[in-house]
């Protein structure tokens, strides 16, 4: 059953008024049922809406339930930045994974001419032109901008998809 917002086009204010009323209210199989199908009709939708800020992409990326597209998206805007950007990226990840230690010495290394494109050959089925609103939001920004949102859409993998991300740096540009 798809809700008043849905039929006025409004996708996205659909699924967060069941998201608030599932955490508002007791637990029921009807609700769980009707969230979730309001999360799949949005997740139809989610990718040929314009994106409205950081928060807002965030919050598709992270209803994303293929570890590939969100891996695909990643790599997607990584190469759509400029050296420079990515410089900024990569120096913002070893910082967050590096800890308490600090950030490996190599990272302090680094410079524009390491910061390679990314292969897509794993990703041949999920094209830049699935996630064109979001690659037109993410061209928008600033480098600042591009280096915090990428670390909010790391903080969105999981454990796995994270090694992922790390092991892929190491191999084509950390090496």
Known sequence: ?????????????????????????????????????????????????????????????????????????????????STQERLSIVVRFGNMISGPSGPPSRLSELTTENMASLPMENYFDLPITRITKWVAFYRGLDEESKAALCEGMWMKLSPHEQNAVVNDLSMFIIQ
């Open 1 to 81: 059953m798809s809700s008043a917002l849905e039929a006025l086009g409004r996708h996205k204010e659909a699924y967060e008024a069941w998201v608030s009323a599932s955490s508002a209210c007791d637990p029921s199989p009807a609700l769980s049922k009707q969230l979730e199908e309001a999360k799949e009709r949005w997740l139809k939708k989610v990718r040929d809406v314009d994106v409205e800020n950081s928060a807002d992409f965030l919050n598709r990326y992270a209803i994303l339930p293929d570890p590939r597209e969100r891996l695909s998206t990643l790599a997607h805007f990584w190469n759509e930045s």
